[in-house]
């Protein structure tokens, strides 16, 4: 796995998911969410007013981005209610987030700093979480499920980065 951090237009950053969160109190997009949704013509608001997509914890919606932006999907991250919002709870959707993804076919992914102000974490901090967490939910402990003799060498298959 490898991990990095990104500075830069988060329209212009080329992955297989871009992951935003979207806390359940939020009934207007802003930031970063109303300008993928301007540059969505208007889905991601679209999928709201539907109530396809809430902001409930532990919800993802799923946007395909058709050339539209660099990413070819957008992961918007159900964070549930702003007031809520712990690191842990940052730690378990970040996880929730990349086991979907993988079941999705994605290999790179990119998170915005979702919730860290909310969390009282540092840019740093968050960072250091996020790293954690990719690590930790791509681990996968085998010592007595392989025969021996049937090892591989790991793909490299997961990249993870953070956008700042």
Known sequence: MKIKSLIGSIENVN??????????DDKKLTGDLALLDKRLGGSIQHALALGDISGKAGQMGRFYTHGKIKATRLLICGLG????????????????????????NVHTLAFTTIGASEADLSLGDFAHVMADTAFLSNFHYDQFTIKSGDLKPAEDAHKVSTLF
């Open 15 to 24: 992955v297989d998911g871009l992951v935003l969160g979207l806390f359940s």
């Open 81 to 104: 209610k702003r007031s809520e919002f712990t690191v842990e709870g940052l730690r378990s959707k970040m996880a929730n987030i990349i086991s979907k993804a993988k079941n999705l």
